[in-house]
């Protein structure tokens, strides 16, 4: 008795069927795929009747702005920063800004030395990941229900925190430039002459307001 062919086997029939599919099927589902896009196409819906070439307009959704939490500004001798204000003397003038991100800003301020023109730049950052090391420091003044408190800082003229309502800002102060000369053959560290002491800086951080 003659056994049944194995279905692994290729036969003239195989072959026949496998060339009939390989050919058939790309167009069937080209056929299939322009037949479905046609049922999903809702522009072509949604065409306006006897009107071919015209189509129902969508309104565009405008996205609502999303305000971040650094808002700064600064005019002649005032700059605000994300909650306060500080007021320089009317003799210095707030010259530039730059913006570093959400929480930092950079002010450069000209004062009024002389003979030489000296600018004084203030960082002001506000909550610094470590703020909460500042919050319980004891004030070293107070301005109303605003503390003061002292941090100590390398290579600046002086570093202050202040504390608002739960909130630390930080305010290094560093000289920016200077039009005096640099020493001949100078050897270290030379910071040019100016009149920023602590006393001065004091009195500009009693004008400290909140807005």
């Keep these: 008795m003659k056994s049944a062919e194995p279905f692994t086997k290729i036969t ?68 605000d920063f994300n909650g306060i204000s500080l007021t320089f003397p009317s003799n210095w003038e707030v010259t530039e ?40 420091e004891p004030a070293r003044f107070m301005v109303g229900d605003i503390k003061i408190v002292d941090n100590g800082c390398g290579g600046a003229v002086r570093c202050d925190v202040v504390v608002v309502d739960g909130d630390v800002y930080l305010l290094d102060w560093i000289i920016e430039k200077s039009t005096q000369p640099v020493p001949a053959n100078l050897d270290g560290i030379w910071q040019p002459d100016n009149n920023i002491t602590g006393e001065k800086l004091d009195s500009i951080l009693k004008t400290i307001k909140k807005i």
Excluded: W
């Design 12 to 79: 003239p029939l195989s072959k026949s069927i496998t060339l009939i599919l390989f050919v058939s099927l790309p167009f069937a589902g080209f056929y299939l795929g322009f037949k479905y896009y046609r049922l999903t196409d809702v522009d072509g819906a949604e065409k306006m009747a006897n009107c071919p070439t015209r189509y129902i307009v969508h309104p565009s959704v405008v996205p609502t702005p999303i305000v971040t939490q650094g808002v700064s500004s600064f005019s002649r001798n005032l700059i």
């Design 97 to 136: 800004k730059e913006t570093i991100n959400n929480r930092k800003d950079y002010f450069i301020i000209k004062t009024d030395y002389q003979p030489y023109t000296v600018f004084v730049g203030l960082n002001v950052e506000i909550n610094p990941p470590y703020k909460s090391s500042f919050i319980y």
